[in-house]
């Protein structure tokens, strides 16, 4: 079946750089798009950026300036990078993936991201 | 970027009731709206596409409607499992964006 499963470090302190990796299984990165939504705590879905099938990217742009996707289609695996952490950043970080353009029919169970000194 | 206004932020209402959460977006958005369901500690889920198409698996409870600017939820017969945030989001065009939730509670 569909999954996908986020892995990275749980802490990251102020101005440094966030990796996290999202494993799929059950579909194949180059049929499907994968997306990063974040939720702060208690708040809303904010959708950071995506990774098309084709292997081309798109960013939100309040982000894009810190974000960077990417993929390892033999491993099955996106990455995601944001640089320049602050505490604003603190949220849990869910991939996605994507049936057409951006509906989201699958998710992850989430990263939680901290970030404090 | 497409602006997504989602009412009620909060809801109470009883087991059997009927209950109706809107999203307006703020440009037409041709139908690319989904609503997610969130249950607490848990990641979204998929319920409606396309404003009114039930996804695989969703109870038929659950129904969309709407088009251009103006969508709605509607949850018949409250179940206690429907206990949950609800989101709406446009796929129309990127970035795509999320409504503010609505947080759905038992009375």
């Known amino acids: 079946q569909v999954q996908l499963k986020e892995s990275g470090p749980g802490l990251v302190q102020p101005s440094q750089t966030l990796s996290l990796t999202c494993t799929v299984s059950?579909?194949?990165?180059?049929?499907?798009?994968v997306h990063w939504v974040r939720q702060p705590p208690g708040k809303g879905l904010e959708w950071m950026g995506g990774?098309?099938?084709?292997?081309?990217?798109a960013y939100n742009s309040a982000l894009k300036s810190r974000l960077s996707i990417s993929r390892d289609t033999s491993k099955s695996q996106v990455f995601l990078k944001m640089n320049s952490l602050q505490t604003e950043d603190t949220a849990i970080y869910f991939c996605?993936?994507?049936?057409?353009?951006?509906?989201?029919?699958?998710w992850g169970q989430g990263a939680s991201v901290t970030v404090s000194s | 970027d497409i602006q997504m206004t989602q009412s009620p932020a909060s809801l109470s209402a009883s087991l059997g009731e009927t209950v109706t959460i809107e999203c307006r977006a703020s440009?037409?958005?041709?139908?690319?709206l989904a609503w997610y369901q969130q249950k607490p500690g848990k990641s979204p889920q998929l319920l409606i596409y396309n404003a009114n198409s039930l996804h695989t698996g969703v109870p038929s409870r659950f129904s969309g409607s709407g088009s251009g600017t103006q969508y709605s939820l509607k949850i018949n017969s409250l179940q206690s499992e429907d206990v949950a945030s609800y989101f709406c989001q446009q796929y129309y065009n990127y970035p795509f964006t999320f409504g503010s939730g609505t947080k759905l509670e038992i009375k």
């Open positions: 440009e037409d958005i041709y139908n690319g």
């Open positions: 059950g579909f194949s990165l180059t049929s499907y798009d």
């Open positions: 996605t993936r994507s049936v057409y353009y951006g509906l989201m029919d699958a």
């Open positions: 990774i098309w099938g084709d292997g081309s990217t």
